[in-house]
T-cell receptor, first 115, second 112 residues
Framework: AQSVTQPDIHITVSEGASLELRCNYS??????LFWYVQSPGQGLQLLLK??????LVQGIKGFEAEFKRSQSSFNLRKPSVHWSDAAEYFC?????????????FGKGTHLIIQP | DAGITQSPRHKVTETGTPVTLRCHQT?????MYWYRQDPGHGLRLIHY???????DKGEVSDGYSVSRSKTEDFLLTLESATSSQTSVYFC???????????FGEGSWLTVV
């Protein structure tokens, strides 16, 4: 069975500093990987996804993520965070090819931005 | 905007009562999902559907049933609500490459 681990429950970053959110997955084949962001009281918005090809993927809002097969990781990065980036971030894994049974999510990382 | 509407958006109900949450989509997507979100657990799949009258269980299906009699509607029913079912429920659709999941705005359910 597939699984996702987000090791950091909370992360605090100063505005303007760089950010990296960690995600490790367990899956028997090449996975499909996703990052979502959730602002308080809102639904989840897709930031970016990786299916194949270039292991560095660009997303919305200036985010990027890098797939490292050897480390089973898909870490999310942003060079300079803004106060509006404060939110909950979820990493997710899905079956390669796009299975009908949806995605498996990590428990989330809560990002706090210090002024 | 994935064209997903959830109703009701907020509900308070009493233990033991039945509750139905509705998810409506406007674009005839085949795959639909119900997830619940709880602090410390992230999102967990309750049930999913891959077509009209075609549904299957997810990770946390006990106490829940679903129905999909039309492509556009996916209903989640709590037959007899319990306090452990107090949660935020998200409907989602899957579409495009990799069956990417897109979420609705959520339904906040409190069972007292």
């Amino acid at each position: 069975a597939q699984s996702v681990t987000q090791p950091d429950i909370h992360i605090t970053v100063s505005e303007g500093a760089s950010l990296e959110l960690r995600c490790n997955y367990s899956y028997g084949a090449t996975p499909y990987l996703f990052w979502y962001v959730q602002s308080p009281g809102q639904g989840l918005q897709l930031l970016l996804k990786y299916f194949s090809g270039d292991t560095l993927v660009q997303g919305i809002k200036g985010f990027e993520a890098e797939f490292k097969r050897s480390q089973s990781s898909f870490n999310l990065r942003k060079p300079s965070v803004h106060w509006s980036d404060a939110a909950e971030y979820f990493c997710a894994v899905g079956a390669s090819g796009g299975g009908a049974d949806g995605l498996t999510f990590g428990k989330g990382t809560h990002l706090i931005i210090q002024p | 905007d994935a064209g997903i509407t959830q109703s009701p958006r907020h509900k308070v109900t009493e233990t033991g009562t039945p509750v139905t949450l509705r998810c409506h989509q406007t674009e005839n997507h085949r795959y639909m999902y119900w997830y619940r979100q709880d602090p410390g657990h992230g999102l967990r799949l309750i049930h999913y559907s891959y077509g009209v009258k075609d549904t299957d269980k997810g990770e946390v299906s006990d106490g829940y049933s679903v129905s999909r009699s039309k492509t556009e509607d996916f209903l989640l029913t709590l037959e007899s609500a319990t306090s452990s079912q107090t949660s935020v429920y998200f409907c989602a659709i899957g579409l495009g490459a990799g069956n990417t999941i897109y979420f609705g705005e959520g339904s906040w359910l409190t069972v007292v």
